[in-house]
């Protein structure tokens, strides 16, 4: 068990650039999480993840968000034409197959902290 | 609709002393999962306690444990014997609507005091 594990740790780009996030979920997990936290709040939900297939999308994932999960293995998190509002902490978590997601334990992966200039 | 309220911007402890951390929550979802997360300053969220909805006995790891009040709604956190380590960001989350989303508050800081 390695943990779950993101790249980069930190991003600093221009406001208009594209971003892309990389995060690598515990082997066996099949359940997998974006999330996004700005500072002095909690984590706030982005999508969600079963195998490759995503099942949630929260409003927060504007149109200048997209976030994959091929083949169900690792998972990118694009952002298009970063804004100054983007720059937050990025975590991905990953869980295993129980009976059903909401039993699951998150592991959180340690962050990608975006800076948008 | 705000899901998970804690209402403690910051806490402080005395070393070896006990402290409680309130969690409500608001879900109409019969079926749910709560959780307290710690996050020190170096980023990183550390799972520490699980409570479902239809568990009978309150959650207890080691020193942390969960006071479960369905009723109410709270999911309050006791740490007993507080340490100079577990001064962190407390977090409290729900986990509704089959798993698929996931709520969090916005935390509790904690500050153990020699």
């Known amino acids: 068990d390695t943990g779950v594990s993101q790249n980069p740790r930190h991003k600093i780009t221009k406001r208009g650039q594209n971003v892309t996030f990389r995060c690598d979920p515990i082997?066996?997990?099949?359940?997998f999480y974006w999330y996004r936290q700005t500072l002095g709040q909690g984590p706030e939900f982005l999508t969600y993840?079963?195998?490759?297939?995503?099942?949630?999308k929260s409003r927060l994932l504007s149109d200048r968000f997209s976030a994959e999960r091929p083949k169900g293995s690792f998972s990118t998190l694009e952002i298009q034409r970063t804004e100054q509002g983007d720059s937050a902490m990025y975590l991905c978590?990953?869980?295993?197959?129980?009976?059903?997601?909401?039993?699951?334990?998150?592991?959180f992966g340690p962050g990608t902290r975006l800076t948008v200039l | 609709a705000q899901k998970i309220t804690q209402t403690q911007p910051g806490m402080f402890v005395q070393e070896k002393e006990a402290v409680t951390l309130d969690c409500t929550y608001d879900?109409?979802?019969?079926?749910?999962?709560l959780f307290w997360y710690k996050q020190p300053s170096s980023g990183e969220m550390i799972f520490l306690i699980y409570?479902?909805?239809?568990?009978?006995q309150n959650a207890t790891e080691g020193r942390y444990s969960l006071n479960f009040q369905k009723a109410r709604k709270s999911a309050n956190l006791v740490i007993s014997a507080s340490q100079l380590g577990d001064s962190a960001m407390y977090f409290c989350?729900?986990?509704?609507?089959?798993?698929?989303?996931?709520?969090f508050g916005t935390g509790t800081s904690l500050t153990v005091i020699p």
């Open positions: 978590a990953s869980s295993s197959t129980g009976t059903s997601a909401f039993t699951d334990t998150q592991y």
């Open positions: 082997s066996e997990h099949n359940r």
């Open positions: 993840f079963q195998n490759e297939a995503q099942l949630e």
């Open positions: 879900t109409s979802d019969p079926s749910y999962g």
């Open positions: 409570q479902g909805s239809y568990d009978q």
């Open positions: 989350a729900m986990s509704a609507h089959a798993g698929n989303q996931f709520y």
